[in-house]
């Protein structure tokens, strides 16, 4: 089994800055691509950023040059950095990763962090 535990998450005031961390574990072979999505109310969860395993990085229109994701392929985490937060980020982001498990490595399966609060007030 695989587990993605988030952690990071809070309030802050406009402006401010947050890390979150994720950090992938249980019977890995190897991890695709790694992502954050986040789901505001009454919205779709979006897709924020992705990396792959060779660290080529995409970004929402809305946070580019703001965010910043980055992993650690050796402890199978992933971190997303996020500067100069407006109340549209509001959200609760959701870590993903796409993961190749010890004893079917033919095929690839999708897993979901469980989420973490990003709130930012103005």
């Known amino acids: 089994q695989v587990q993605l535990v988030e952690s990071g998450g809070g309030s802050v005031q406009a402006g401010g800055s947050l890390t979150l961390s994720c950090a992938a574990s249980g019977s890995i072979y190897s991890i695709d691509v790694m992502a954050w999505y986040r789901q505001a109310p009454g919205k779709q969860r979006e897709l924020v950023a992705d990396?792959?395993?060779?660290?080529?990085?995409n970004y929402a229109d809305s946070v580019k040059g703001r965010f910043t994701i980055s992993r650690d392929n050796a402890k199978n985490t992933v971190d997303l950095n996020m500067n100069s937060l407006k109340p549209e980020d509001t959200a609760v982001y959701y870590c993903?990763?796409?993961?190749?498990?010890?004893?079917?490595?033919?095929?690839?399966?999708?897993?979901w962090g469980q989420g973490t609060q990003v709130t930012v007030s103005s």
């Open positions: 993903h990763a796409i993961i190749k498990v010890i004893k079917v490595i033919t095929l690839t399966y999708n897993y």
């Open positions: 990396i792959t395993g060779g660290g080529s990085t």
